[in-house]
């Protein structure tokens, strides 16, 4: 069975080498350039990481409806990711105390216990509805950000007419999608641990809650959260790159 | 001015867009000198290659053939960097959409490249409100565009295109979405900067009212320098103008 975490470990380390190629081929460009002319004029456009972040916020509050729209699918794919492995949690617990009333209670519940097992991982099914879910939300991400790029052209063309490099283009895209996805992720996150918790009380009663481990709790909503902000900057990686390649003239030429 | 350097050189610029069916020669050989401290008019009719000219002039795009100075450096030979640089430092661009920054407030607009240029934020927005206060628009640094008129959004263009004391201020049509009045202070504005910074200003327009403040005016046809007038033989031809309208 091909766990849930490994698809994403396997995204997320395709991600990391994309951006990496990216910064690569931008950083060679400059290096062989400011050895030709010295270092003089490389160092005079600048964009300061603070300012990056002030212009994000302002552009994620002005568009905040839009943003929204964007997080929202995030949000459902990240809940649904912690309330599966937080219900796990919940369930482990409960089958730990090797107590057969509840673990009864786990079989009638509909989990399948192998005889004498005493912990257990979401069940297949589970896994690949979690990883579909999650796939799903990637490619709504990538059709919200790719419009949200279209829409701006060209704000994207003003910009570098005021001397912006494409790297400063990337950078406010990524920010952007890195605090949506911070924010996604952490409500989609705490939202799937509450109905987790709630739908494990309902199911058992308070023993269930007498007997989770918090900490793995804590884990699976740790876990949730990276993988939201991984699949956030996933998706705005693409049209983040098409924003920043695009020339002046193309991007202002865009009938808005 | 004829004794001062040339800051922009134009030399057998050519530029083809290649469409899906044909060919477009929007530009078919421009040569041109730009002195430093002058304020050139290019004129033309609608499609003459005005802005296409202006984008190659700005580092906009690239020529298909031929060759642009600024300095005396050939533009095409810079790389992204040099060329942020030169979009930052060197020119100051005013378009007829205004292209102001929707989300952000004037003063922000106008901070913008000198936060790109490495300036200090409050050096940066100590500039910007003197800015703001010389185009007339000191009290309003607050608004976002869109609660400002098109003359107030094109004054608060000027201020950005101003702000890294740029050596030339190139302008596409700067008065082709404003009324008569409102087109006429900002030309006169224009003029006024010009003046007092020494700034050379490049405009493409097909406003004759720009036509009393250029010391010098390129008319444009077809992709080819039609004729170049100066100052003095200029006066003529404007009064023809009148007569004719
Ligand atoms: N991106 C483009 N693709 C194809 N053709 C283009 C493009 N840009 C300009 N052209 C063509 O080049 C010619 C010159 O266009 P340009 O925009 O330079 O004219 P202009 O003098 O600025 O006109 P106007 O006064 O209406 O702004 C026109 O025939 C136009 O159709
Ligand atoms: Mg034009």
């Not at chain 1, 698809?7 to 990216?22: E, K, N, P, Q, W």
């Not at chain 1, 002319?37 to 568009?63: D, Y």
């Not at chain 1, 918790?197 to 959260?225: C, E, P, Q, T």
């Not at chain 2, 010009?194 to 005016?217: G, P, Y």
């Amino acid at each position: 069975m091909f766990p849930a975490y490994c698809f994403c470990v396997i995204l997320f380390v395709f991600g990391i080498v994309l951006s990496f190629v990216y910064t690569l081929i931008h950083k060679r460009m400059i290096v062989t350039k400011s050895a030709n002319r010295g270092t003089e004029i490389s160092r005079q456009v600048v964009l300061p990481f603070m300012k990056s972040l002030e212009i994000s916020l302002k552009s994620i509050r002005v568009r905040f409806f839009r943003s929204m729209i964007t997080t929202m699918s995030l949000i459902l794919a990240v809940s649904f990711l912690s309330f599966v492995r937080v219900g796990t949690d919940a369930a482990n617990g409960l089958l730990q105390t090797q107590n057969p009333t509840y673990r009864q209670a786990l079989v009638r519940a509909g989990y399948d216990l192998e005889p004498g097992a005493t912990s257990m991982g979401s069940s297949a099914k589970e896994r690949w509805i979690v990883i579909l879910s999650l796939l799903v939300c990637v490619v709504g991400i990538v059709n919200a950000q790719l419009m949200a790029v279209t829409e701006r052209f060209r704000e994207i063309g003003t910009i570098k007419c005021l001397g912006a490099l494409d790297s400063f283009v990337l950078r406010l895209f990524v920010l952007e999608a890195g605090m949506q996805g911070l924010a996604g992720a952490g409500i989609g996150a705490l939202l799937g641990t509450v109905a987790a918790l709630l739908n494990s009380l309902i199911r058992f009663g308070l023993v269930a809650w007498r007997y989770v481990y918090w900490l793995a709790v804590a884990k699976s909503m740790v876990f949730a959260l990276a993988i939201g902000c991984i699949l956030s900057l996933l998706g705005v990686l693409y049209p983040a790159i098409v924003a920043a390649r695009m020339q002046p003239v193309e991007a202002m030429r865009v009938e808005q | 001015m004829s004794n001062s350097h040339s800051i922009v050189r134009v030399s057998g610029v050519t530029k083809v867009f290649k469409l899906r069916k044909h060919d477009v020669e929007a530009l078919r050989g421009v040569d041109l000198e730009i002195h430093a401290g002058e304020y050139l008019s290019i004129m033309g009719p609608s499609g003459s290659g005005k802005s296409t000219l202006f984008n190659m002039i700005g580092g906009l795009d690239k020529p298909s053939s031929g060759k642009v100075f600024i300095d005396e450096v050939d533009i095409a030979q810079l790389d992204a960097y040099e060329l942020a640089w030169l979009r930052c430092r060197k020119i100051g661009y005013i378009f007829q959409t205004f292209n102001l920054i929707q989300v952000m407030t004037a003063l922000e607009n106008v901070t913008l490249p000198m936060i790109f240029a490495g300036m200090h934020n409050d050096a940066a927005v100590e500039k910007g409100l003197d800015l703001l206060e010389v185009v007339g628009l000191g009290d309003r640094f607050r608004h976002k565009p869109f609660e400002l008129s098109g003359g107030q959004q094109q004054r608060v263009a000027i201020a950005r295109a101003m702000a890294n004391d740029p050596a030339i201020i190139l302008a596409d049509e700067p008065t082709g979405n404003l009324d008569l009045t409102t087109g006429e202070e900002i030309i006169e504005l224009l003029k006024r900067l010009s003046e007092e910074k020494s700034v050379t200003v490049i405009s493409a327009t097909h406003d004759f009212k720009m036509l009393s403040v250029s010391d010098r005016v390129v008319w444009i046809r077809d992709g080819r320098i039609d004729k170049v007038e100066e100052r003095e033989q200029l006066s003529i031809s404007v009064g023809e103008i009148a007569h004719r309208a």
